[in-house]
């Protein structure tokens, strides 16, 4: 079984500061990591996903996660907040090669940011 | 390419009555997953249909039930409501068991009283 852990409900920053937003997960088998953003009254919407390859993946809108297999984390980083990137943000993963491909998610992280 | 949509966005329901949620799912996906998001918490997974059979099943009780079409769309059946059932409900489509990436509707909204 997986399970991820999203250890901050919450983190206020304030614009243009750099934020990290903590995730970890626990697994006894291979699995694919997601960041997905929810904005207030909507859905999820893909943010970024690690499959194999360079542990450091990045999304159009400025942000980046870094696989660490050892310390088994996937922190998402943005260098300089918008006001805009206000919204949940949760931690997923997935089993490779399972049964079900099912997303198993974290708590959500809300980013609050002020002016 | 259309995206996945959910109807109705949202519903108010009493406790002891049944709720059909729809989902259709992007152009080309063939597996649907159902997902309660219940308020401030992440979403768990419900079940899952892949080719009109459910296919993998989460910790959720019998009367949670779903169908897939042969268009590939899919329901979702909540009988004899009760009140933690207030929750967002969210379909996710993939184009197969294997595929790495899920992508999600904006969400169905019910409200149990």
């Known amino acids: 079984a997986q399970s991820v852990t999203q250890l901050d409900s919450q983190v206020p920053v304030f614009e243009e500061a750099p934020v990290e937003l903590r995730c970890n997960y626990s697994?006894?088998?291979?699995?694919?990591l997601f960041w997905y953003v929810q904005y207030p009254n909507q859905g999820l919407q893909l943010l970024l996903k690690?499959?194999?390859?360079?542990?450091l993946v990045e999304s159009i809108n400025g942000f980046e996660a870094e696989f660490n297999k050892s310390q088994t984390s996937f922190h998402l980083r943005k260098p300089s907040v918008h006001i805009s990137d206000t919204a949940e943000y949760f931690c997923?993963?997935?089993?490779?090669?399972?049964?079900?491909?099912?997303?198993?998610f974290g708590t959500g992280t809300l980013l609050a940011v002020q002016p | 390419e259309t995206g996945v949509t959910q109807s109705p966005t949202h519903l108010i329901k009493t406790r002891g009555q049944q709720v059909t949620l729809r989902c259709s799912s992007q152009?080309?996906?063939?597996?649907v997953s159902w997902y309660q998001q219940a308020l401030g918490q992440g979403p768990q997974f419900i079940f899952q249909?892949?080719?009109?059979?459910?296919?993998g099943r989460g910790n959720f009780p019998p009367r949670f039930s779903g169908l897939q079409f042969p268009n590939y769309s899919s329901e979702l059946n909540v009988n004899a409501l009760e009140l933690d059932d207030s929750a967002l409900y969210l379909c996710?489509?993939?184009?197969?068991?294997?595929?790495?990436?899920?992508?999600f509707g904006p969400g169905t909204r019910l409200t149990v009283l």
């Open positions: 997923a993963v997935s089993e490779i090669g399972g049964a079900t491909n099912k997303l198993i």
């Open positions: 697994s006894s088998v291979s699995v694919y």
């Open positions: 249909y892949y080719r009109e059979e459910e296919n």
């Open positions: 152009s080309g996906h063939n597996t």
């Open positions: 996710a489509s993939s184009s197969g068991l294997n595929a790495d990436t899920q992508y």
């Open positions: 690690y499959l194999s390859g360079s542990t």
